[in-house]
């Protein structure tokens, strides 16, 4: 059997269920997992569907055969192979805790997807992604060279089929264009419980204020600082005598695991955008 990965969003309106059904039924396709969700104040409508299909039914066929009711419904949709491994570039500026993590995750297959290089403003992480046998590639920041980082970018993404980018502690801003051109490709890891304490430094704002817990918030990037739909949250509660070493050190184990847990959202195509929300079929 072959396994596949359908989503699709569309206006929501009756008999989008029944037409995909009855699809899957004509094509002697089963649905191993299926999720859908309506959002009533927005009249849309969301589905995931993960399936088995006849050997026969290759990935083609299939995109053929739901192009008519993707048509008749306006669909935003796809159609992936439940075995793809999308592949990421990982950017990282000086804090390379969530590259590690990611690196390893992918070595031990609990992340389905292939890091296809690192791209970075700081040498910090050279010797992590080299002994992952990693391309590093070394791009010095500021405003003079975004231009041409970005190109480079934009170049790497065209050149190794990139399906996501990944920011990972990266603290250089995308400008508003490259952001709006990527839309819904880029995940941001921010260190703070979103929308509070934005900014370059959340923790010591936070530790200032006396919080009783810090936070971390995966986001889709755009042309907003900050403002993207949310994909993931995750807090860790502190405590009145810690140091904002230790704060500091809490923060970066619930980036690591906020940033893992959007990314494999994003491979399983978990993450349907809605406005500035997202559906997450999880």
Partial sequence: MRKYIVTLSCRDRLGIVAAVSHLFAETGTNIDESQQFSDADRGMFFMRVAVSAPEALDRDTFHAQF????????????????AHHPRALVMVSKFDHCLVDLIYRCQTNSLNMDIAGVISNH?????????ANLPYHYRPGGAAAQAENEQFLLDQIEAENIELVIL??????LSPELAARLNGRV????????????????????????????????????????????IAQGIADIRHDMTIEEVVDVGRDVERNVLARAVRLFTERRILLNGQKTVIFD
């Fill in 67 to 82: 192009l008519p009711i993707a048509a008749e419904f306006d669909m935003r949709w796809e159609i992936v192979d439940a």
């Fill in 123 to 131: 040498e910090v992480g050279r010797q992590w992604s080299e002994n």
């Fill in 168 to 173: 990972a502690r990266y603290m250089q801003v």
């Fill in 187 to 230: 995940i941001n890891i921010h260190h703070s419980f979103l929308p509070s304490f934005k900014g370059a430094v959340p923790y010591s704002r936070a530790y200032e204020r006396g919080v009783k817990m810090i936070g971390a918030t995966a986001h889709f990037v755009t042309p907003d600082l900050d403002e993207g739909p949310i």
